[in-house]
T-cell receptor, first 110, second 114 residues
Framework: TQLLEQSPQFLSIQEGENLTVYCNSS?????LQWYRQEPGEGPVLLVTVVTGGEVKKLKRLTFQFGDARKDSSLHITAAQPGDTGLYLC??????????FGTGTRLKVLA | SAVISQKPSRDICQRGTSLTIQCQVD?????MFWYRQQPGQSLTLIAT?????????ESGFVIDKFPISRPNLTFSTLTVSNMSPEDSSIYLCSGTTSSSYEQYFGPGTRLTVT
């Protein structure tokens, strides 16, 4: 069974701080996605990483895919209250379905 | 990208009844999925909706309880049958495009069973 473990589960920080969320698995994925979800809405795709070692930046967010394509990280620089939400990683496997991580709930205090 | 809508957005249903949730995509998508989510928690895949054939269900989910239809490339329905309070959850549909397999979600249907 493929599992994606995210850490930390919960994170409450002050505006302006930096943070990193980790997404780890023992399985290899052909690609990995990160989503942010706000209450009452569906998850919104932030980024897709495909190549081992790949790094992508989206404004203050930096995403990295592990060399072996088993893990990923999301780093947020100078967090803002608008970054508050549930962050989910999802691995895309060869069976054409997505395995979602356990989720990280982030709260950024003004 | 794809824009996905769901109906209803929320409902309160009585135990033993059934509810059908509709999912409409504004463009053709390759694959469609149905998920369940408890508020603040991760997503659990219920099934992959296959166009013109029976859905593929994940372990723990069965067709009699969650019948799914997908008559074309832009529409799918999920029925939650013979509901119990344990079925109270958020139900989400999603679709992927063929070019990148990026997944787009509807806003979800919040179901409460009393």
């Amino acid at each position: 069974t493929q599992l994606l473990e995210q850490s930390p589960q919960f994170l409450s920080i002050q505006e302006g701080e930096n943070l990193t969320v980790y997404c780890n698995s023992s399985s290899v994925f052909s690609s990995l996605q990160w989503y942010r979800q706000e209450p009452g809405e569906g998850p919104v795709l932030l980024v897709t990483v495909v190549t081992g070692g790949e790094v992508k930046k989206l404004k203050r967010l930096t995403f990295q895919f592990g060399d072996a394509r088993k893990d990923s990280s999301l780093h947020i620089t100078a967090a803002q209250p608008g970054d508050t939400g549930l962050y989910l990683c999802a691995g895309f496997s060869g069976t054409y379905k997505y395995i979602f991580g356990t989720g990280t709930r982030l709260k950024v205090l003004a | 990208s794809a824009v996905i809508s769901q109906k209803p957005s929320r409902d309160i249903c009585q135990r033993g009844t059934s509810l059908t949730i509709q999912c409409q995509v504004d463009s053709q998508v390759t694959m469609m999925f149905w998920y369940r989510q408890q508020p603040g928690q991760s997503l659990t895949l219920i099934a992959t909706a296959n166009q013109g054939s029976e859905a593929t269900y994940e372990s723990g989910f069965v067709i009699d309880k969650f019948p799914i239809s997908r008559p074309n490339l832009t529409f799918s329905t999920l029925t939650v049958s013979n509901m119990s309070p344990e079925d109270s959850s958020i139900y989400l549909c999603s679709g992927t495009t063929s070019s990148s397999y990026e997944q787009y979600f509807g806003p979800g249907t919040r179901l409460t069973v009393t």
